[in-house]
């Protein structure tokens, strides 16, 4: 059992704050990611929480037990680093033994926890091998492997697969979440890419700039962004935010056209936002939907991407059927799906309506 509440969490650098009162809780055997963009201090919080930084303000509290100055080898907790952090003289064996044994444990529990281990990562073949010796994917398996030996109430991933391929990401993704269930321990995973987030988190925390800006699942953050940042951050092509001006019953942009919405905000000047499956386009120019030029498209083998440039000189994303064809710097209107559409505040970037 893993509960840990984070409450007004602050860290300075010499006279720099980075982190400016994080509040949180994450429930047991959650899986919960920090997602947001480079420098917005993710990594340092997970820092915090691991105790391999001291925090300047605010409380950690790992199951009822203040954890403020608990050394990091008591509190309980397993990191896995973004390099890896294999010994290179060692053989996959003795990497993953090494701390166990730093924890005082009998030789035979040790091979017991490693036996487990090797099984449900599938080393078997590679204990004799040193991490030179490697792929990357292999080099993961064994620095999380190692983790596993200590039966952590709390695993830590930074960023864990960032120096991977493509395709092995993915692979190892899987890998992950199958784990996450096989042991039933709470999870705290950093990345600045979304779709790992979203992919893999019961709950996913949006930070930005050292603050928090939305806690919620996937399908919450996506359907419902909280701000203007979250509803661009969360969504790949990312959601496009057009700004436009109320009138009545419709919404229009300067020289750019209009689009009948039904129900609107009442703030005259908002910013309408639009992800790719909420928009149609349409050949040449009507009098109903925003006026566009087209730019590129994307195929994708089942949909296809068209990027169109609006009279305001907004790019913005359209997900169409493959076989569309819109030729580059064709004329094309986009019209939009009220119920799919989102509206912000033009000056601070809240969300309008529900």
Do not use: W
Not at 55 to 70: P, Q, T, Y
Not at 76 to 93: C, E, K, N, T, W
Not at 224 to 238: C, D, K
Not at 296 to 312: F, H, I, M, Q, S
């Amino acid at each position: 059992m893993a509960q840990l509440s984070l409450r007004g969490i602050k860290k300075r650098f010499k006279t720099t704050e980075v982190l400016h009162g994080i509040d949180l809780e994450i429930g047991d055997r959650e899986l919960v990611v920090f997602v947001g963009p480079s420098g917005c201090g993710k990594s340092t919080l997970l820092r915090l929480i691991a105790g391999l930084d001291p925090i300047s303000d605010g409380e950690f509290v790992l199951n009822g037990k203040l954890m403020n100055d608990v050394a990091p080898s008591r509190r309980g907790i397993a990191m896995v680093f973004q390099s890896y952090a294999l010994y290179p003289h060692m053989d996959v064996y003795e990497n993953m033994a090494f701390g166990a044994r730093l924890m005082g444990l009998e030789k035979v529990e040790v091979e017991r926890r490693i036996a487990e281990a090797v099984k449900m990562l599938r080393l078997d073949e590679l204990l004799q091998r040193k991490p030179r010796e490697l792929s990357g994917g292999q080099r993961q398996r064994v620095a999380i492997g190692r983790a596993l030996v200590r039966k952590p109430d709390v695993f830590l991933l930074d960023e864990p697969l960032s120096n991977l391929d493509a395709a092995l990401r993915s692979e190892v993704r899987l890998e992950i979440a199958r784990l996450h269930r096989d042991i039933g321990g709470t999870t705290i995973y950093v990345t600045h890419d979304q779709v790992e987030a979203m992919t893999l988190a019961d709950k996913i925390v949006v930070m930005n700039a050292g603050r928090i800006e939305q806690v919620g699942s996937p399908r919450d953050l996506y359907e419902r962004p909280a701000n203007a940042f979250v509803a661009t951050f969360i969504g790949s092509p990312r959601m496009t935010l057009v700004d436009v001006a109320r009138d009545g019953t419709s919404l229009g942009m300067a020289n750019g056209g209009s689009v009948a919405m039904g129900a609107i905000p009442q703030e005259k000047n908002q910013r309408l936002g639009l992800r790719p499956d909420a928009v149609r386009l349409h050949d040449g120019h009507v009098d109903q939907g925003f006026h566009a030029q087209v730019i590129y498209t994307e195929y994708l083998g089942d949909n296809a991407y068209v990027y169109v440039r609006l009279a305001d000189g907004t790019l913005l994303a359209a997900r169409t059927a493959p076989n569309d064809n819109f030729a580059p710097d064709a004329p094309v209107t986009v019209t939009v799906d009220p119920a799919t559409a989102h509206f912000f505040s033009a000056e601070d970037g809240r969300r309008l309506m529900p």
